[in-house]
């Protein structure tokens, strides 16, 4: 039997779960373990909290008894999960696939046997294979803001939370680039690279639940941070990745020009032109007020929804702007990526051990 021929008839493959010790780990693992199909030869918990406590990321008598043999725990260095990938592909060791799961994630009671079909289908210049992410909304209302947001990752390309990728391509084009410190771009900073390397990427037919977490009123305030991850993918892959990544390009032009407009208004009212101030103040408040009516109108109009929305509209702009500033500062030396891994030149994928033919799936 060809290495080929073993693999397809028995994809080997290790899952890499970068966490912080969330309560959702567990649920996560559980659903691994219970999955039907081929388990992993390896799961890779990469604990990325701040080294503070010691205690692990979940008791070790939480880990299912079918994993616990093969499950390990390296530490992370509190850099955001694409440093925290880049650890656990790793301690992974020389294995055929890496399937990279997110640890509030429940892959589907027939996720092994799916994911099985999905690397079997895979050919040799396959680098990785998505799954189908599945956003659970409430049916007696309409989803909040922050539901609408998370629902966007059921039609995200390349998502991490369940992607598979050939350990021979991530090695190819020097794995995640750790200047992504969030959950924000990574993954689709790593795909534009992989296929500028000359892989393929494909759609899977796994199905995993990605549930909403709970999250406080500011969290849309915060996730603005995510507008200097887009300076840096301007400057990697120039501005047409949008694109090519099939990602939303957002508001930030009306969220710049909202700003502005507050800036100049304060900026005429200190120097005496109350007039111009005036006109200033009515466009910000026009465009903040339009902002805040696009995120009420499709939500549940609750009164707590409705008071988050109009405190936060008026937050998000400046927040945005501030972070768009700061990725230029930050990233002002970045250079385009033009086929340039995070270590070095990405090589083309190797030629087959087998003719071409005899390498798709039978």
């Known amino acids: 039997m060809t290495a080929y021929e073993q693999e397809v008839a028995d994809p080997e493959y290790a899952v890499v779960i970068p966490t912080l010790g969330r309560p959702s780990l567990s649920v996560c ?39 616990r043999p093969v499950t390990t725990v390296v530490p992370g260095r509190a850099r955001g999960p694409a ?135 500011w969290i849309s305030v915060r996730q603005q941070a995510g507008n200097a991850d887009d300076v840096l993918m301007n400057r990697l892959h120039g501005r047409d990745w949008w694109s090519r990544a099939g990602a939303p390009r957002g508001r930030l032009p009306r969220h710049l020009a909202v700003t502005a407009a507050a800036v100049a208004g304060v900026s ?36 707590e929804e409705v008071v988050s929305m109009a405190l936060t509209s008026v937050l998000i702009p400046p927040a945005a702007t501030w972070h768009w500033l700061l990725g230029h500062l930050r990233h002002r030396r970045a250079q385009p990526s033009d086929q340039l891994g995070v270590s070095g030149a990405a090589a083309p994928p190797r030629a087959p051990r087998e003719p071409v033919q005899e390498r798709v799936r039978r």
Not at 112 to 120: I, K, M, Q, S
Not at 272 to 299: H, K, Q, S, Y
């Open 29 to 67: 693992l559980r659903a691994l373990a219970d999955a039907r199909g081929p388990k992993p030869v390896r799961v890779v918990l990469v604990d990325d909290r701040p080294r503070a406590g010691g205690t692990p990321p979940v008791p070790p008598d939480e880990i299912p008894a079918a994993l």
């Open 268 to 303: 005429c009212a200190s120097l005496g032109r109350p007039g111009t101030a005036a006109v200033c103040a009515a466009g910000w408040l026009a465009g903040t007020a339009e902002f805040a009516g696009a995120r009420i109108a499709p939500g549940p109009r609750t009164r």
């Open 83 to 217: 440093a925290a990938r880049n650890a656990g592909l790793r301690a992974a060791g020389p294995v055929t696939w890496i399937v990279f799961l997110d640890d509030d994630v429940v892959p589907g009671p027939d996720w092994g046997e799916e994911l099985a079909r999905d690397l079997v289908g895979a050919s040799y210049l396959t680098a990785g294979v998505t799954a189908r992410i599945e956003v659970p909304l409430p049916s007696d209302r309409r989803p909040t803001d922050w539901e609408r947001n998370t629902a966007g990752l059921a039609t995200a390309q390349w998502i991490t939370a369940d992607m598979a990728y050939r350990q021979e391509a991530l090695e190819a084009v020097g794995g995640f680039d750790e200047r992504f410190r969030r959950a924000f771009r990574e993954d689709a900073d790593l795909a534009l690279r992989v296929l500028a390397a000359g892989w393929g990427l494909t759609a899977g037919t796994r199905t995993t639940t990605h549930p909403v977490r709970p999250a406080g009123r």
